[in-house]
């Protein structure tokens, strides 16, 4: 990772204005999951550790640049201060010359947290003016909120770039170090063998993925309802299946290009609705009657998957292999979650639905890595650059 962190900063009696991504679940006005601001605890804890005063800012939902009282951060500061065990200052803005009296007066060892950046226009605008408010509130800058860091917001982008003007570090926290080293290692130089597994929906939504995957893996396999436009690229019949009409030609291409790379189901659990409840069966790809649909891979699939896997030292899944929200068209997820704890590779997780499986499936801590950002971890594994970490220091 060419960006400093904290640990290659003195931040002692500074200071740190901390991006944190605090977007989390609120329900009847309290947090209905703390697992983003858990996974925030390792970079406040060392900062206050080392001396250093904290100021936290988040956005929270989609507040559209006004204030919406439902989501203010106060039920955030009040969970944040019972896990840290020490009061966290809730303000009432994040700019302004009360909001910038406190930040100037807070003490090394105390933590403050500013009020949702959303609330103002200039945060998804970027605005510099904005940045620069926010960048005066600390003498470094501090990015850990790797689920935003795809996007050139002032608190991702702007603020770093404004600290720096000002002479200040921007500096990665020890969640973006952590999502950087393992994504990064994946993308740039992965231990090999090197297996990347594909499932969700839609190919068009994640070409630029496969696209820098299959350049890069020894092995590509596929699930999900994305398989679906393979094989009928392949011209098999399909059914009621989910096929995305549009990328039967993209995927065309693919099978060409990925070859004997390319590792596609060998069966597939079709349904006569889609429905939990519905009649289900279990055939090959090319036999699927009309007027049912493909929900999930079988169990031949998985064992082929298996084997593929066999000997990897590096893989990447993203995707559920099935319509995993629905517990009969789950099993081959779950089923890949319990080959993949019990791999000895390095095995990393991205996507938002993919994370929520394995969660679900209860192994998350057998996995290496899990990625807290479903949207910046794809872009990322397509090889984009991501504004926010592009802002920090260079080392
Ligand atoms: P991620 O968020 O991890 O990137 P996606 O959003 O691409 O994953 O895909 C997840 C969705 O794909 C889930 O809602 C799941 O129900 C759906 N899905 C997977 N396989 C199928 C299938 N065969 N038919 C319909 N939907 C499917
Ligand atoms: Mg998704």
Redesign the pocket.
């Known amino acids: 990772m060419n960006k400093r962190t904290i640990r290659d900063v003195d931040v002692s009696g500074q200071r740190a204005l901390v991006r944190v991504d605090f977007n989390v679940p609120l329900a009847g006005g309290e947090v209905a999951d703390d697992t983003r601001i858990r996974a925030a605890l390792p970079t406040i804890e060392y900062l206050l550790q080392q001396g250093a005063s904290v100021i936290l800012m988040s956005h929270l939902g989609r507040p559209k640049g006004q204030v919406v009282p439902e989501l203010q951060l106060d039920p955030v500061a009040t969970r944040l201060a019972r896990l840290l065990e020490r009061p966290v200052q809730k303000l009432n803005d994040c700019i302004g010359p009360e909001v910038a009296e406190a930040c100037a007066n807070i003490q090394p060892g105390q933590v403050i947290l500013l009020e949702n950046t959303r609330f103002h226009r200039e945060e998804k605008d970027n605005d510099p003016g904005f940045s620069a408010q926010l960048a005066a509130l600390g003498d470094l800058y501090v990015n850990d909120a790797f689920g935003t860091a795809h996007r050139a917001h002032a608190s991702t982008a702007g603020t770093a770039g404004a600290m720096r003007q000002r002479g200040g570090e921007a500096v990665a926290g020890l969640l973006l170090q952590k999502e950087l080293e393992f994504l990064g290692r994946a993308v740039e130089n992965p231990e090999r063998p090197f297996v990347a597994i594909l499932g ?1 929906v839609k190919i068009s939504d994640k070409i630029g993925v496969i696209d820098s995957l299959l350049e890069r893996c020894d092995r590509l396999l596929i699930g999900g309802g994305m398989a679906n436009t393979f094989f009928a690229a392949m011209g098999f019949e399909m059914g009621d299946s989910l096929v995305e009409e549009a990328a039967v030609e993209t995927a065309r291409d693919l099978l060409a290009r990925g070859k004997s790379r390319l590792v596609l189901p060998v069966d597939v659990v079709i349904a006569d609705a889609f429905d939990n409840d519905a009649r289900t069966r279990v055939v090959a790809p090319d036999q699927i009657a009309p007027g049912w649909r493909a929900l999930d891979v079988g169990p031949k699939t998985i064992s082929t998957f298996e084997s593929a896997l066999g000997g990897a030292r590096t893989v990447v899944w993203n995707g559920p292999l099935g319509a995993f929200e629905m517990p009969n068209f789950a099993q081959s997820t779950f089923a890949l979650a319990r080959v993949l704890a019990q791999s000895a590779a390095t095995t990393i997780v991205g ?3 993919s994370a929520a499986a394995v969660h679900q499936s209860g192994l998350a801590d057998r996995f290496t890595h899990i990625s807290t950002g ?1 949207g910046a971890s794809l872009e990322f594994l397509e090889g984009k650059t991501l504004p926010g970490v592009a802002a920090l220091s260079a080392v």
């Open positions: 969700g996507g938002g639905d479903g």
